[in-house]
């Protein structure tokens, strides 16, 4: 089928050397060797002796591997590679990034005053409770364009089905897809569909492009993140990651647990309106969950974020399923739920704020960034004890034992 | 979650950990082992050895089920699964475990059919969907998970279904402790004893250790307070002198174990005369291959696999950690040349491996703390 375009407004678009947008990935970045010793006031060394010197070296000497560039050297492909963790870092930071002259990624990229960003979208299955890829394909699009500061525009759409995909199938997306716009306020404005043969693809995948206009209200970078900023969820973490994983029938268990596919404009706007320039970076909590996003943000900002485990929402159901499938909610995927670094200052107006928006009723302040150990994001966990919460490999893979 | 709730109070934890300070003498460094990798995995996630005095050190054990395969049995895995229309299915954290000839995600990227399973009853569960093809389930673990193998081999046969079999990787606990005991160079007071083997074969097995080499045992359970307070009661057998196995998980754990399971166990597997472990080498009657009488299920009968030993590669000293010698910072690739993204030994693969858990939870716990 040809394309069929319509015109957007704004002039000719071009990324290169600008700041860019690819995926839901981290920015490219180096991150300082951990912080030997003194840092920052509160902290001290645990004990002394030269076991823990060691120690502290061998820690150093992680940090600097760490803070290399990611170098892509895999043989093939592997699902670890979509997974959103390190994997999929060292594919964007090692091959793709370099290959663009990509500098600094976020979100959605900036030119001229328009926001522009582009995502695939494949599931399984297609319709999932609280969701389907239709909606999917709108949301995760306009809430990428929302989070880097931009009010969306208009989307474009392409389709590739898969021969033998019923036709009622078709029509429930296509209408899921133009609910999904109508509620985000946003155009679909241009389009294109391929057939491909039977087992080629998985029923259907969905692209969108979407474009949206810069809110003058908004300066939103992860470099303007600074010690002392408190970190604000949206809403309850793990609930879309679950359902799916849920819906796969792959696992004889049964929970009410919904997607929590939702745009986010409403949401950051409200932000934006109660903090002003005191909001400083706002990251969509997709794939790899709102453990990856803190992880990317702490390590391209060279800060630390200590995480308060007991103030995390997250629903009954999806803790009891996490639980019994070895995985932890904070690295399951969400399709609505932001992360919000705001000043100190402004912090409980912006959580009131987003509290007060329909969808966002669960909003927490789950944590603060400091500035020691560089690069790390802490979690204090509900039982009273710390540790690290590290990025990925791949999926979370389930433990047997 | 509620029934587990409970048991992560962070209120009682504080009040045992200070219990704990208060029954250690300060001048003694404690050496404590957990055994099983559902415990490391524990310790890390809650930060449990955050809560404990400097000198009382907690040392990762053999336990953790993925973290023992040898290399080679990796590559034998790898070599069925490129059978062709083979479907070789496996645990999940099995699939980033290096062999000599890669990972099973490595051979599934390269058209291998290899698919995660959650149990051994989905793997019969595709078999009876697949029945053109043949269906094998790659059965790793100890006496926790080795069980519900053995129900999915008995149901299997009960159904004929004739495209099932198993690649029996299964372990015993009991023959690594004491492989563990008898080496030289370890130097542990006591031991926490794995709660989900003991679910099994009880506590009566573990009884060894007290009797014929004078460590102190506790059977633990898998939530924080639990494992605070098995430490408890190792540090408490250590003060008042005293030496024999307690029970700690006696919510779920009889001292005498699960007869049906051991029952079910005899009935389908026999011991080999002995396995490789990753790391520690040979041990007798430590591995368990399929009885006689399941035979016609059994895929190393079916299939030639290679069988050829793998060496550990050199740098690797996931044997050291295994056995508790040296922590897992202390090893010359840990977090440089072997990662969770790269990882050379076992240990560095599964979330329960030590060397993972420490590089994921606890770089910075022993380093730094937060006042």
Redesign the interface.
Known sequence: MDDHEARTPGTPLAVRGRRGQYGDTAPEGTVPP?GRGG?EA??????TGAG?D???H??G??ER?RAKPARFRD??????HGAGG??TL?LIEGLLAPAFGLGELDDAAHVDGLALTTDSFVVKPIRFPGGSIGELAVNGTVNDLAVSGARPLALTLSLVLEEGLSADDLRAEVEAIARAAEAAEVDIVAGDTKVVERGKCDSMYVCTTGIGRLDPRASLSPSSIQPGDRILVSGRVGDHGTAVMLARG??ELEAAVESDTRPLWTAVDALLEAAGPSLRCLRDATRGGVASALNELARSSGVAM?VREARVPVH?AV??AC?I?GVDPMYVANEGVLVAFVAPGAATAALEALAAVPGCEDAAEIGEVRS??PG?V?????????????LL??DP????? | VRFVDEFRDAELGRVLASEIVASVEPGRHYKVMEVCGGHTHTIYKYGVDDLLPANVELVHGPGCPVCVIPMGRVDDGIAVAREANVILTCFGDMMRVPGGTGTFLEAKAEGADIRMVYSPLDALRIARQNPDRDVVFFAVGFETTAPSTALTLMRAKAEGVPNFFCLCNHVTIVPPLRALLESPDLRLDGFIGPGHVSTVVGARPFEFIPADYGKPVVISGFEPLDLLQSVYMVLRQLTDGRCEVENQYSRVVPYDGNPAALRVLQEVFELRPHFEWRGLGFISHSGLKLSAAYADYDAELRYSVPGVRVADPKACQCGEVLKGVIKPWECKVFGTACTPERPIGTCMVSSEGACAAYYNYGRLTRERQVV
């Open positions: 951990a840092g509160g902290l001290r060394l645990a004990g823990q060691r120690e502290q061998a820690l000497l992680i591997v043989e093939r492909i592997t699902m670890a390190k994997a060292t792959e696992f200590l009954a803790a009891g639980e499938l020691e150990p790390i802490l979690v204090e966990t509900a039982f009273g004890g710390r540790r690290v919460m590290d490999v791949g893979l389930p433990r047997i034992c």
